[in-house]
């Protein structure tokens, strides 16, 4: 075995065997970074799930080192040189310090989006016109993450080079070093293949997001198993808006989803709308969405929202449909979430849809929508053309750039004075939106504010107090306006945020926003807890406008007070699976069956009953499954 190429053989296992060394590394830092949301109760638990984790692992390892396995590998006669082995070693440490890239982000991403970073996040960023100063600000907030992948890789090349392959110019035994090799090759490959499948077996298909949910109890165990890379090449390129092969009828569609709504509320002089889209704002921030939590120290800081629900329809056990902005914006806007993917950078997003906008449009109302970035960031002039508003009003309408913050967006309270000017000037009835900026990463505010509101224990608060001061502001210029006493305004927001008490850390309220409806003659008033979302909110403005015709909605009015209203429910999806709530069941489903059945109390999901199944739990699959067939057929059928 003179001519067997046992030194290049070991090297490679070894280089290899570093990868699976730094995935460890990362995902233990994914770990300390995300401690609180991830629960980890034990050292045990930890080892258990990494273990699992080294299946995913081992996919994205063997798909991002295949080329460079195959050049190691192939009998090419020159494996040995110098000049090649550096070659290899630029082709190793330009794919896999890529991949490891992607962990580093989920760091820090997973704060906010609470599921390992998908293909899908690309639908954020394509749109941002101002990329590189996002991404300074990135490095600068987050050195330590940059020092840490700095450190790593440095750490990454020094064990690299400890083992070298020796020169062997294997001028004799071609037909021992040609063999050899072909059997290395096909052995090697062979494992590769299982490896990125996942196993060996035909009758399986390769492993993906939703099989970490085999090995976990907790739901949010299923993130640290993945690993970020995995994630994205597992969604690469892959169609989710598809139909669902489930047997469910339309008579069964019609009777647990209702998709077609039709209110009687006909109203002589139809009301103005106001609509609040708050970037961020979770309902942890706001003491009258709280009452009820019994948070140990709990603090608000929101003083003026408070003190306007006192008059007001507040509705304190409401969902985001999304972890997204423009999730948020098809949510409200057009009633239509989004899941895997969003629907508004979806194949099918261009199409005629049915919408709040488009209904009041033909109501008569002058429809405008406000958003102080600069114009098209986020795809939210796109998609706001496609839902026909009359007007959109940017950073360009605003015209003054001294105001911009030098991240999102001009600051919310000059941009609400703008917004309010505007509406001074428009005819009524009149139907307007504002999706704020400054209550986002980097949580900062004006200058001549620091040091105004609490900083809290969490950067984001500071920010918080500050939109609630420019709410106030508005409202203040605004009641002396002939136009304020028949406006109707609602107050929301696209997704949660930074978490300060652990129960918002809990997996079904990492999704919990607040939904309130103020209206000056007192109308609506009140605390509602039945289960609320965003795609609510549509057929709400229909319903308090007074809008007497049919229409295609997915949501109920949360003020229809009819003896026969659908029954409340509230649906998003965590990264891997959908989360429906109905009654008191909350139900895990993974786009085929349910997994998990839940108290609807158990925000946590610690208790799985699915053991214990009763007819109750069927139906709610049953309304799972209804929803998620008519929502798919209507979009890829274009009959939005």
Same mark, same amino acid.
């Given at each position: 075995?003179?001519?067997?190429?046992?030194?290049?053989?070991?090297?490679?296992?070894?280089?290899?065997?570093?990868?699976?060394?730094?995935?460890?590394?990362?995902?233990?830092?994914?770990?300390?970074?995300?401690?609180?949301?991830?629960?980890?109760?034990?050292?045990?638990?930890?080892?258990?799930?990494?273990?699992?984790?080294?299946?995913?692992?081992?996919?994205?390892?063997?798909?991002?080192?295949?080329?460079?396995?195959?050049?190691?590998?192939?009998?090419?006669?020159?494996?040995?040189?110098?000049?090649?082995?550096?070659?290899?070693?630029?082709?190793?440490?330009?794919?896999?310090?890529?991949?490891?890239?992607? +962990?580093?982000?989920?760091?820090?991403?997973?704060?906010?989006?609470?599921?390992?970073?998908?293909?899908?996040?690309?639908?954020?960023?394509?749109?941002?016109? +101002?990329?590189?100063?996002?991404?300074?600000?990135?490095?600068?907030?987050?050195?330590?993450?940059?020092?840490?992948?700095?450190?790593?890789?440095?750490?990454?090349?020094?064990?690299?080079?400890?083992?070298?392959?020796?020169?062997?110019?294997?001028?004799?035994?071609?037909?021992?070093?040609?063999?050899?090799?072909?059997?290395?090759?096909?052995?090697?490959?062979?494992?590769?293949?299982?490896?990125?499948?996942?196993?060996?077996?035909?009758?399986?298909?390769?492993?993906?997001?939703?099989?970490?949910?085999?090995?976990?109890?907790?739901?949010?165990?299923?993130?640290?198993?993945?690993?970020?890379?995995?994630?994205?090449?597992?969604?690469?390129?892959?169609?989710?808006?598809?139909?669902?092969?489930? #047997?469910?009828?339309?008579?069964?569609?019609?009777?647990?989803?209702?998709?077609?709504?039709?209110?009687?509320?006909?109203?002589?002089?139809?009301?103005?709308?106001?609509?609040?889209?708050?970037?961020?704002?979770?309902?942890?921030?706001?003491?009258?969405?709280?009452?009820?939590?019994?948070? /140990?120290?709990?603090?608000?800081?929101? /003083?003026?929202?408070?003190?306007?629900?006192?008059?007001?329809?507040?509705?304190?056990?409401?969902?985001?449909?999304?972890?997204?902005?423009?999730?948020?914006?098809?949510?409200?806007?057009?009633? $239509?979430?989004?899941?895997?993917?969003?629907?508004?950078?979806?194949?099918?997003?261009?199409?005629?849809?049915?919408?709040?906008?488009?209904?009041?449009?033909?109501?008569?109302? #002058?429809?405008?929508?406000?958003?102080?970035?600069?114009?098209?960031?986020?795809?939210?002039?796109?998609?706001?053309?496609?839902?026909?508003?009359?007007?959109?009003?940017?950073?360009?309408?605003?015209?003054?750039?001294?105001?911009?913050?030098?991240?999102?967006?001009?600051?919310?309270?000059?941009?609400?004075?703008?917004?309010?000017?505007?509406?001074?000037?428009?005819?009524?009835?009149?139907?307007?939106?504002?999706?704020?900026?400054?209550?986002?990463?980097?949580?900062?505010?004006?200058?001549?504010?620091?040091?105004?509101?609490?900083?809290?224990?969490?950067?984001?608060?500071?920010?918080?107090?500050?939109?609630?001061?420019?709410?106030?502001?508005?409202?203040?210029?605004?009641?002396?306006?002939?136009?304020?006493?028949?406006?109707?305004?609602?107050?929301?927001?696209?997704?949660?945020?930074?978490?300060?008490?652990?129960?918002?850390?809990?997996?079904?309220?990492?999704?919990?926003? /607040?939904?309130?409806?103020?209206?000056?003659?007192?109308?609506?008033?009140?605390?509602?807890?039945?289960?609320?979302?965003?795609?609510?909110?549509? /057929?709400?403005?229909?319903? $308090?406008?007074?809008?007497?015709?049919?229409?295609?909605?997915?949501?109920?009015?949360?003020?229809?007070?009819?003896?026969?209203?659908?029954?409340?429910?509230?649906?998003?999806?965590?990264?891997?699976?959908?989360?429906?709530?109905?009654?008191?069941?909350?139900?895990?489903?993974?786009?085929?069956?349910?997994?998990?059945?839940?108290?609807?109390?158990?925000?946590?999901?610690?208790?799985?009953?699915?053991? +214990?199944?009763?007819?109750?739990?069927?139906?709610?699959?049953?309304?799972?499954?209804?929803?998620?067939? #008519?929502?798919?057929?209507?979009?890829?059928?274009?009959?939005?």
């Amino acid at each position: 075995m003179k001519y067997f190429r046992l030194n290049e053989y070991k090297a490679m296992i070894y280089r290899i065997s570093l990868v699976y060394l730094m995935y460890s590394f990362s995902r233990f830092l994914f770990f300390v970074y995300n401690y609180s949301l991830l629960e980890i109760d034990s050292l045990f638990e930890y080892f258990k799930l990494s273990y699992h984790g080294l299946a995913f692992d081992t996919t994205s390892i063997f798909y991002l080192n295949s080329l460079f396995v195959v050049l190691s590998i192939l009998p090419f006669w020159v494996n040995t040189n110098k000049t090649y082995q550096t070659f290899l070693f630029g082709i190793y440490f330009l794919t896999n310090l890529v991949g490891i890239a992607f +962990n580093f982000v989920d760091l820090i991403y997973y704060k906010f989006n609470y599921n390992r970073t998908t293909i899908s996040e690309w639908a954020v960023i394509e749109n941002e016109n +101002n990329l590189p100063a996002m991404f300074f600000r990135f490095m600068i907030g987050y050195w330590h993450v940059f020092l840490l992948f700095f450190l790593m890789s440095v750490f990454w090349i020094f064990l690299y080079r400890k083992v070298k392959v020796n020169y062997h110019p294997y001028s004799k035994g071609i037909f021992s070093y040609v063999s050899t090799s072909i059997f290395i090759f096909l052995l090697t490959a062979t494992i590769m293949v299982g490896g990125i499948r996942g196993d060996f077996k035909k009758s399986t298909r390769p492993i993906n997001l939703v099989d970490a949910n085999r090995y976990v109890n907790k739901i949010q165990h299923a993130d640290f198993v993945l690993n970020t890379p995995f994630a994205l090449l597992r969604t690469f390129n892959k169609k989710t808006f598809k139909k669902v092969p489930y #047997d469910v009828s339309d008579l069964i569609i019609d009777s647990l989803v209702q998709p077609i709504k039709h209110y009687k509320n006909k109203l002589d002089v139809k009301p103005n709308i106001v609509l609040f889209i708050t970037e961020s704002y979770g309902r942890e921030y706001i003491g009258a969405f709280n009452q009820n939590t019994n948070i /140990p120290g709990y603090r608000s800081y929101t /003083p003026f929202l408070d003190s306007l629900a006192t008059n007001s329809l507040v509705f304190d056990n409401a969902f985001a449909n999304g972890r997204k902005s423009i999730h948020g914006m098809s949510s409200i806007l057009a009633g $239509i979430p989004s899941f895997k993917d969003a629907f508004t950078s979806s194949p099918y997003a261009n199409q005629d849809i049915e919408s709040v906008v488009s209904v009041l449009n033909l109501e008569g109302y #002058d429809t405008s929508f406000f958003h102080g970035a600069p114009n098209g960031s986020m795809g939210f002039l796109g998609f706001s053309n496609i839902l026909g508003f009359d007007h959109y009003y940017g950073k360009t309408e605003f015209g003054n750039d001294a105001l911009f913050d030098g991240y999102w967006g001009i600051w919310d309270l000059p941009f609400f004075q703008f917004m309010k000017e505007t509406i001074d000037t428009k005819n009524t009835p009149f139907f307007s939106t504002i999706f704020t900026v400054t209550s986002h990463e980097p949580y900062i505010v004006p200058d001549e504010f620091e040091g105004k509101f609490p900083k809290g224990t969490l950067p984001m608060h500071q920010c918080v107090g500050y939109t609630d001061f420019a709410f106030k502001q508005f409202f203040e210029s605004a009641k002396n306006e002939e136009w304020f006493d028949n406006t109707i305004f609602i107050i929301t927001a696209d997704h949660t945020n930074q978490v300060g008490y652990k129960e918002y850390y809990k997996p079904i309220n990492r999704y919990a926003i /607040p939904i309130m409806i103020y209206s000056p003659d007192n109308k609506y008033t009140g605390l509602n807890s039945t289960l609320s979302q965003q795609i609510d909110i549509y /057929p709400t403005i229909l319903d $308090i406008v007074g809008y007497d015709k049919p229409f295609r909605s997915w949501g109920r009015s949360l003020v229809d007070e009819s003896l026969t209203p659908t029954i409340p429910f509230a649906m998003n999806f965590n990264g891997q699976n959908y989360q429906y709530s109905k009654g008191n069941i909350i139900c895990i489903f993974d786009g085929v069956k349910a997994i998990g059945f839940y108290d609807v109390n158990d925000l946590g999901l610690e208790t799985n009953l699915i053991s +214990n199944r009763t007819k109750q739990m069927d139906d709610v699959e049953l309304s799972c499954k209804a929803f998620l067939k #008519d929502y798919f057929d209507r979009i890829i059928d274009k009959n939005l």
